[in-house]
């Protein structure tokens, strides 16, 4: 084998060699474009896939507020059918009673209220049957019953005053025959 042809082998298999490599380049060329543009069709997909999240989570967000301010509502709507209204039928039937005394209370809403209103039902009666038997108990002995305090005038009670024992504190809270000052004492004067 002579030189020239060694140069001609060598320079044939530098040729093929490059070759090869401008084939693996190419090659690697389409794959780097390939997987370039996965990512691009990846990176559009996670984009719209990304979006719709949001926007899920969006409208859940807003259906989860308005769910809840349902549910707040229903539970303050329920509340005032269930407590609230029945208390204040309750509280308006104590107050008639003060001033009716043959008002009954109704024993109305849930059961706990209705046992409250049961219970002053039942004070009210009691109070009403004690007012009652007193009134016949005064009648039967001859004493005049007494009007209610409200009606009373001032010369009824400074007599009583006058007329009580003197261990016994009158109304005012000061012992009969005690100086008093201030506006009481000017009543006082006033009534001798």
């Given amino acids: 084998m ?27 060329e389409q794959k780097i474009q390939n997987i370039s543009r996965d990512i691009t069709q990846a990176s559009t997909i996670v984009s719209s896939s990304m979006t719709r999240t949001r926007t899920l989570l969006q409208f859940t967000f807003i259906f989860e507020t308005v769910l809840l301010a349902a549910l707040v509502g229903f539970i303050l709507l329920g509340l005032s059918q269930r407590v609230l209204h029945p208390l204040n039928a309750l509280r308006s039937d104590l107050r008639a009673a003060e001033h009716d005394h043959l008002h009954v209370i109704a024993s109305t809403g849930p059961k706990e209220i209705a ?63 005690a100086q008093r000052s201030g506006p009481a004492a000017g009543r006082d004067a006033a009534r001798t």
């Fill in 2 to 28: 002579s030189l020239k042809s060694i140069s001609r082998i060598i320079a044939l298999a530098t040729l093929l060699i490059i070759g090869l490599f401008i084939v693996l380049l190419i090659d690697d």
């Fill in 115 to 177: 046992q409250v209103a049961a219970d002053a039902e039942h004070l009210r009666r009691s109070l009403v049957n004690q007012t009652d038997l007193a009134a016949q108990s005064t009648t039967a002995r001859g004493v005049p019953a007494r009007a209610p305090p409200s009606t009373r005038s001032a010369t009824h009670a400074a007599k009583r005053s006058a007329t009580a024992p003197a261990g016994e504190r009158s109304r005012g809270g000061a012992a009969p025959g």
